[in-house]
């Protein structure tokens, strides 16, 4: 499969990297050469120094033969128009990363049909509904839904305290509608056996039944109580998405930011909350507007450096707890280690949104998981796959995945070596990174 990436910005950057690791025919096109080199030497792509809303350049046999097409310039009018010369030439499917709200609003039959767009992409619109999704589980370090909201899965730091820790799997006293599915411990994917432990300071996803996961929360909760206050440094468009947001959840929020025009704009969007023309790093507007007392401080400046900054400062000031959204993924790690206690890189959310739009077709959601060294894959077992109607044992599934939940006729159940998989049920698999496509075959029954 040819896909091409239109603009090696952070995103078209990210998004090239993940699909060349996948072993996708990958072409960027960048106009830019300093952007270009910095693609060349470091991704196995094809690149192009072209100007990509050219119709010569849309016109080339690079383009035409592509099954999918990324716009990801600066410019949304640019990406939108990409996208309609890109389907005039062929290209089967088109993807445009698309800011402005004020066409994003538009019908979905009008920029499909009309725009020639398929799916639009919004960076921040997308990690605001990632940060609204964890406030409302509090202990989790990551929730993902699938199965249309049947099986959650949920991320957590196991701690010193946990009593959970130092004893083998098989004997922990956890509900049968729950799995241990994957632990990071030191940047490395562990795929547990009843005989594996969880040891302090490992990352924990556990997968099950959504009811029981909620329920099994609680047992974690002990240092995390749910949020009511809330500070948002940034009013950015991030910042903008995710302030109503959090209000229609009933949590009081305030937002600050130094330009006055963004902060009004958020002001007409809040009804309780408060926008704050100031700066995010003066301790004593901090200080004065309650920050010791806010269960949560999320810092989505455009600056990452200073996101760390502001992260730090109200953890010293007393702020129960952090979230930092970076566009670098290499600072993910960083700041986790020093303190921070959730990173999200929109980078990574919205690559993920760009892959399953990929895999489209059987594969229903792609999370990328940990800086994307693991996926979560929801898909749907085909009548044609080799391992339809056999168990999971009699699969004989590759080593570098895990089937950890299957929902067949609508029951959610955490599998073992005797569970069937029947043609049409929906399985959630985790895979380590640069694997998926040695691994996807043998669930799509190709050879």
């Keep these: ?51 990509g809303a050219s119709p010569l350049t849309m016109a080339e046999t690079f383009v035409k033969d592509a099954d999918m097409l990324l716009a990801s310039t600066d410019s949304d009018e640019a990406n939108m128009v990409i996208c309609m010369l890109a389907k005039q030439n062929g290209v089967k499917h088109t993807v445009a990363r698309i800011r402005n709200t004020d066409y994003t609003q538009l019908s979905d039959a009008f920029m499909k049909d009309d725009m020639k767009v398929d799916m639009i992409l919004n960076p921040e619109q997308i990690t605001a509904k990632e940060i609204n999704r964890i406030l409302m589980t509090p202990a989790a370090l990551n929730v993902e839904d699938f199965a249309d909201g049947r099986v959650r899965m949920f991320e957590v730091k196991l701690r010193s305290a946990s009593k959970m820790i130092d004893v083998p799997l098989k004997d922990l006293d956890i509900p049968k509608q729950v799995l241990v599915a994957m632990i990071f411990r030191n940047n490395r994917m562990i795929i547990p056996h009843g005989d594996d432990v969880m040891r302090d300071n490992d990352n924990v996803f556990f997968v099950g039944r959504r009811d029981v996961i909620n329920e099994f929360e609680g047992r974690f909760a002990t240092t995390h109580s749910k949020a009511e ?25 305030k937002i600050i930011d130094k330009n006055r025009e963004r902060c009004q704009m958020v002001a007409q969007k809040l009804k309780k909350g408060i926008a704050l023309n100031g700066d995010g790093t003066d301790i004593d507007l901090l200080v004065e507007e309650g920050i010791a007392e806010t269960d949560v401080v999320v810092c989505v400046t455009e600056d990452d450096k200073l996101n760390l900054l502001l992260a730090l400062l109200a953890k010293h000031l007393g702020a129960e707890k952090t979230i930092v959204r970076v566009a670098r993924n290499e600072y993910v790690e960083l700041m ?52 339809a109607g056999k168990t999971l044992r009699e699969a004989k599934l590759p080593k570098e995945c895990l089937v950890c939940a299957v929902v ?33 075959p043998v669930f799509e029954g190709k050879e």
């Design 336 to 387: 986790e280690k020093v303190g921070v206690d959730i990173v999200l890189s929109s980078r990574l959310l919205s690559s993920g949104e760009v892959l399953r739009f990929i895999r489209r077709g059987g594969v229903v959601s792609v999370s990328l998981l940990e800086g994307a060294k693991a996926e979560a894959i929801e898909l749907i077992i085909p009548k044609t796959s080799r391992i």
């Design 1 to 51: 499969m040819r896909i091409v990436v239109v603009g090696a910005g952070k995103l078209g950057y990210s998004v090239a990297q993940l699909l060349a690791n996948d072993q996708y025919d990958v072409v960027v096109i960048e106009q830019d050469e300093k952007r270009r080199e910095v693609v060349k030497n470091n991704l196995d792509v094809l690149t192009v120094g072209a100007n």
């Design 229 to 253: 206050r809330v500070i948002i440094i940034g009013a950015g468009r991030t910042g903008r998405f995710l302030a109503p947001l959090l209000e229609q959840q009933g949590l009081f929020v």
């Design 408 to 440: 067949h006729n609508d029951e959610v159940i955490v599998p073992n070596g005797d569970t069937i998989l029947h043609p049409g049920d929906a399985i959630i698999i985790f895979v380590k990174a640069g694997n998926v496509k040695n691994v996807m």
